[in-house]
């Protein structure tokens, strides 16, 4: 239930229920789910763990802050993780057939931009970047990646409120034939161009411009 709880704190940021540095209040959040306090006080800890809540002395349990500057060294890490999964992946043993779920994952996509649900999108995003770790063979790798995953969560729901979500899935597909096909210089330069396009987008402006909307 805890981490039931946490995911559907993480769904809520996806959705634009909660914005960056928003108060996460126990209470309300128990009762929009209907369960108990206890699980969210967890969730919440598990959370602030994780980098996506933050507490603060009187002013309690707040959504992480997204700034362009903050997104752009987050992507920096993500870079250098999917880069060396990228590069250990095609050093595994076998051939196109090992990359069967990382193409699952990019249908799995695909599927997602077309529903209404944000947060299904988040989630589809989440699968094929961490299938994409998963797919290195390194433990370390991927746990590292999972750690940034919930934060990358909260930026690619803000991400969807100012891009087409269908582009990154022909992006999606064309690494996964990249990596099939064993190109990795193929492969890096699509991962670089998918990841660096954050560092197009005004987090911040968006951010005050949903915060300055009236309620309803």
């Excluded at 933050?54 to 959504?63: A, D, E």
């Excluded at 920096?76 to 193409?103: C, K, M």
């Amino acid at each position: 239930m805890v981490e039931q709880a946490a995911e559907a704190i993480v769904a809520g940021a996806a959705r634009g229920i909660f914005l960056p540095d928003d108060r996460l209040v126990e209470a309300e959040i128990a009762r929009d789910l209907g369960i108990s306090r206890v699980p969210v006080r967890e969730a919440l800890r598990l959370l602030e763990s994780q980098g996506i809540v933050v507490s603060t002395p009187y002013k309690g349990m707040r959504l992480m802050q997204v700034s362009n500057k903050g997104v752009a060294a987050l992507m920096r890490v993500r870079l250098a993780l999917e880069t060396l999964a990228v590069r250990e992946a095609l050093a595994q043993p076998g051939g196109p057939e090992r990359f069967d779920r990382l193409r699952r994952a990019a249908d799995a996509f695909a599927d997602a931009t077309r529903a209404s649900d944000p947060a299904l999108h988040v989630l589809a995003e989440q699968e094929f970047h961490g299938e994409l770790c998963r797919s290195a063979g390194n433990p370390p790798l991927l746990a590292l990646w999972q750690s940034l995953a919930r934060q990358l969560a909260v930026v690619w729901g803000l991400a969807l409120q100012l891009r087409d979500s269908a582009p990154q899935s022909d992006e999606h597909y064309n690494l996964v034939e990249a990596l099939e096909s064993g190109d990795e210089t193929g492969a890096l330069a699509m991962l670089v161009a998918h990841i660096e396009q954050h560092g197009e987008l005004d987090f911040e402006t968006l951010v005050a411009e949903r915060r300055s909307q009236p309620a309803g």
